[in-house]
T-cell receptor, first 117, second 113 residues
């Protein structure tokens, strides 16, 4: 079974600065997807960014980018120019790309990000 | 598109009562998921439907929980009888087939006293 580990329960960043959230995962599969979801106080789960394991290029969405290290099974999220609205819980998630379990998202425990004005 | 719709947004009930949570997936999506989020266990998949058929219900905690999807536009998660340890946020999500991403609803916060 796949596992996803987020080793930082809480992080804080000064507004306009850059912060990196860590995520590692364990899998024996070669083809899979990785996700970062944001959950603000409203509870809504919002997809921030997605990475396909077969792509070497790191995904980028505006101020959000990832550092995907497949061999190390690491998938960190970098938030640049942090804004007050970035304050939220961030969840790393894994999904197989094929096979019987390819519908299931496996989530990490989350990292609570605070943004300091 | 209205996104995934869940109702109610908040539910407070007494132990022993029946609770029904409702979900309307995004039109055209044929995969539907029910998740539960608690502080202790994080986000857990309860059940997965594909084309209205339950494919994997291994995450359903016990017989008190049941889920149905009578048609492509509606699903329910029922807890009977409810217990305080069922208190959690319950999310419904849908996707196109297995898809590459799931769209989450706003969640239902359930409190059982």
């Amino acid at each position: 079974a796949q596992t996803v580990t987020q080793s930082q329960p809480e992080m804080s960043v000064q507004e306009a600065e850059t912060v990196t959230l860590s995520c590692t995962y364990d899998t024996s599969e070669s083809d899979y997807y990785l996700f970062w979801y944001k959950q603000p106080p409203s509870r809504q789960m919002i997809l921030v960014i997605r990475q396909e394991a077969y792509k070497q290029q790191n995904a980028t969405e505006n101020r959000f980018s990832v550092n995907f290290q497949k061999a190390a099974k690491s998938f960190s999220l970098k938030i640049s120019d942090s804004q007050l609205g970035d304050a939220a819980m961030y969840f790393c998630a894994y999904r197989s790309a094929s096979g019987a379990g390819s519908y299931q998202l496996t989530f990490g425990k989350g990292t609570k990000l605070s943004v300091i004005p | 598109d209205a996104g995934v719709i869940q109702s109610p947004r908040h539910e407070v009930t007494e132990m022993g009562q029946e609770v029904t949570l409702r979900c309307k997936p995004i039109s055209g999506h044929n995969s539907l998921f029910w998740y539960r989020q608690t502080m202790m266990r994080g986000l857990e998949l309860l059940i997965y439907f594909n084309n209205n058929v339950p494919i994997d219900d291994s995450g359903m905690p016990e017989d008190r929980f049941s889920a149905k999807m009578p048609n492509a536009s509606f699903s329910t998660l029922k807890i009977q009888p409810s217990e305080p340890r069922d208190s959690a946020v319950y999310f419904c999500a849908s996707s196109v087939d297995r898809g590459r991403r799931g769209y989450f609803g706003p969640g239902t916060r359930l409190t059982v006293t």
